[in-house]
């Protein structure tokens, strides 16, 4: 996990990040995307539905590095996005912003996280599995452009 040390923080995402978070999920075929609103009522503190938006940056005024969207419905919360820019994967981030995201959630009385995914994707369910994640189900045809089905995974909160 080299470089994604001390030098690294986990932070709430702010509205000044959004355009950096927008570029980082623009560089992954895989990422979402969502529309500059979308992830300005992320960050809104008054929004709804409720969300809690996180980023990985360089400590100080640098580049974002990853984020990670969830939607509050406790007890459960529903990972919206997570997206670790190209460049960085493979070094912890990713595992870092969930991390963070369920001390967040658990905070905010969330006890389980769900999420789906690409059936295709298989690096990502991967991913989700080594972090405790398991299948609970299919949804046929959900995601467009290609069509296909998403797999749906959940986790407790510890």
Known sequence: MSGCGEAIAIRRMEAADV???MAVAAGLDEAPRWPEAEYRQAVGRDATPRRIAL???WRGPAPILG??????LPPEAELESIAVAAEW???GLGRRLL?????????????EL??????SNGRARG????LGFAGAGTRRGY??????????MRRKLL
């Open 55 to 57: 980023v990985a940056a």
């Open 19 to 21: 355009a950096q978070v």
């Open 114 to 119: 769900l999420l789906e995914v690409r059936a």
């Open 99 to 111: 991390e963070a995201l369920g001390t967040e959630l658990k905070a905010g009385g969330v006890d």
């Open 89 to 91: 994967q493979g070094r």
């Open 127 to 130: 991913f989700y599995e080594a």
């Open 67 to 72: 984020f990670a969207v969830a939607r509050l």
């Open 143 to 152: 995601y467009a452009d290609p069509v296909e089905d998403a797999v749906l």
